[in-house]
């Protein structure tokens, strides 16, 4: 699948291999199987087969250093890893990310102080915590009628299940405690579950996370005209009478660039640098890099109350990945405008506490993300005279909180608090609140719309508006703003995008 000889044209070219890019590859794979299909990457491979989750890299030396070698400019930066590094307040970005090194911030506005960025293959697909829970109430896209089938086919790609943790000997414990707390005033769909994962357990016990290498699939690999090029910089877009006509690639191996003719382009290089391959490209409509939001994310940890060491060793058994507490899912509703999600601390995105040495898996970490209210001045800019460490256009981020999204953060906090009481002893007084960017979900950059009114970026097909043949794709397409995790969502629409092409094709 990986190949170095660059292509003088292919039909598609997709910029991005993280799990929307690799979407639109899956689907044109299965759909239009005699199209050429060339994907490029600006990172290495840093798994076998390529874009797997490293989460699966049994190893954990060989784990460290496929993450250290996602981190592009700031790879042997120092990582969020460390023991409290997020809750001292130093800025780290996690194991496997780099930060914006500038532009983080304007004065007078909070910024997104640790908005970060994964290069390889695979993505921030390769990174993540997997959640795949669906939209609800207002985090859906009302304009789109098929949503709910573009979410199934996003299931079926990234191959979520819920019963990954069901063997796992607090699960239970955790979900009923959480169910008494929150389900007396919620219908069947928005009260506490099991948490949709992109993962499974083999027969041996062990969990498999899904990264790009899943939603490729089968289908991908054996297609023989699609190939994929890592440590491949597109610097932009080409066109030609307005419409897409290609891409230039800088190898960044030799330093050489490379002009690719293609019919089509799709840019899903995710919610800060597809906008910016957009602008390098000239291709600036009036919404481009608008109404940015990210998710606020704000945590807390509890002990687990009469719990037994019991079966803990024997999950435990499975490797650094198992979890003896099951992932939990509090949903999103309009009335309680957050999203829950409670796991086990070691498999927290940040680390809470220290480790506990009574019962294994007896602290677990609560979250809630809030959504953000979309403000038209929240965005990301670039310079035409400034570079990053890649050498594309810099980025300067404007970012502020309303009283509103304070007001949420608020409820937020407290509704976490008696959750925490709820299923054991909190181990600390109030919820921390992770720096802005910390959720790594930038939305609304390049965002979808019903029509072009100027307040959007592309088409319900995902399709640039006044751009033919270019698509974009990645969470930044989201229009919505939401609380839940979006990559269920921005693949569900990344089908939508490469369902078109594909009739295109013909």
């Known amino acids: 699948m990986n190949a170095r000889h660059y292509p003088a044209s292919a039909d598609v070219v997709i910029v991005g291999s993280g799990p929307n890019g690799a979407a639109y590859a899956r689907i044109l794979s299965e759909l239009a199987p005699d199209a050429s299909i060339a994907m490029f990457e600006v990172g290495p491979t840093v798994s076998n087969p390529p874009g797997a989750h490293v989460k699966n890299i049994e190893d954990a030396a060989e784990r460290a250093l496929a993450q250290a070698r996602s981190e592009g400019p700031g790879e042997r930066a120092a990582t969020i890893s460390d023991p409290g590094a997020a809750k001292s307040g130093q800025r780290r970005g996690r194991a496997g990310t780099y930060l914006l090194p500038e532009g983080f911030r ?3 506005e909070e910024g997104m102080p640790v908005a970060a960025f994964s290069s390889n293959v695979g993505g921030m697909g ?7 829970p669906r939209p609800f109430d207002s985090e859906r896209i009302d304009f789109l009628a098929d949503l709910d089938e573009l979410l199934d086919e996003a299931e079926r790609l990234l191959a979520v299940t819920t019963d990954a943790f069901d063997a796992s000997p607090f699960a239970t414990i955790v979900r009923e405690r959480l169910s008494e707390a929150v389900d007396a005033q919620r219908d069947h769909a928005h009260r506490a579950q099991r948490m949709p994962l992109a ?8 969990l498999v996370w899904s990264g790009s290498d899943v ?11 699609f190939a994929l090029y890592d440590e491949s910089l597109v610097t932009r877009v080409l066109t030609d009478g307005g419409r897409a006509s290609g891409v230039e690639v800088r190898d960044l191996r030799t330093d050489s660039v490379h002009t690719i003719a293609a019919r089509y382009v799709v ?7 597809t906008p910016q391959v957009l602008w390098a490209s000239g291709i600036r409509p009036p919404a481009l890099g608008r109404m940015l939001n990210d998710q606020t994310q704000i945590v807390f940890a509890s002990r687990l109350r009469d719990v037994q ?12 990945l198992s979890e003896q507490s099951g992932v939990t899912w509090v949903p999103f509703t309009d009335e309680m405008p957050f999203h829950g999600q409670i796991m086990q601390l070691d498999a927290s995105p940040v680390p809470l506490a220290d480790d506990d040495p009574v019962v ?5 970490g609560l979250g809630l993300f809030t959504a953000k209210e979309l403000q038209w001045e929240d965005r990301v800019d670039f310079s035409d005279d400034a570079v990053d460490g890649y050498g594309m256009p810099a ?6 909180l309303t009283p509103r999204d304070h007001a949420v953060m608020e409820r937020a906090r407290e509704e976490l608090v008696r959750l925490g009481r709820a299923v054991g002893d909190p181990l600390d007084e109030r919820p921390f609140t992770m720096p802005a960017g910390a959720s790594l979900h930038y939305q609304g950059s390049t965002r979808m719309g019903l029509t072009d009114d100027g307040r959007s970026v592309c088409s319900p097909d995902s399709e640039v508006w006044g751009v033919p043949g270019l698509f974009v794709a990645g969470n930044n397409v989201i229009p919505t703003s939401t609380a839940c995790n979006p990559t269920l969502t921005s693949v569900a629409l990344a089908v939508r995008g490469a369902r078109r092409i594909a009739e295109n094709l013909g």
């Open 106 to 108: 304007v004065e007078g």
């Open 126 to 132: 390769a990174h993540w915590t997997a959640a795949c």
């Open 199 to 206: 993962v499974h357990r083999r027969e041996d016990g062990r």
């Open 215 to 225: 939603v490729f699939g089968d289908v991908t690999r054996a297609n023989a005209n």
């Open 267 to 273: 840019v899903a290089a995710d919610g800060l640098r």
């Open 309 to 320: 060491t019991g079966d803990a060793d024997a999950v435990a058994t499975a490797g650094a």
């Open 360 to 364: 294994p898996g007896s602290i677990v």
């Open 395 to 400: 980025m300067t981020i404007h970012y502020t």
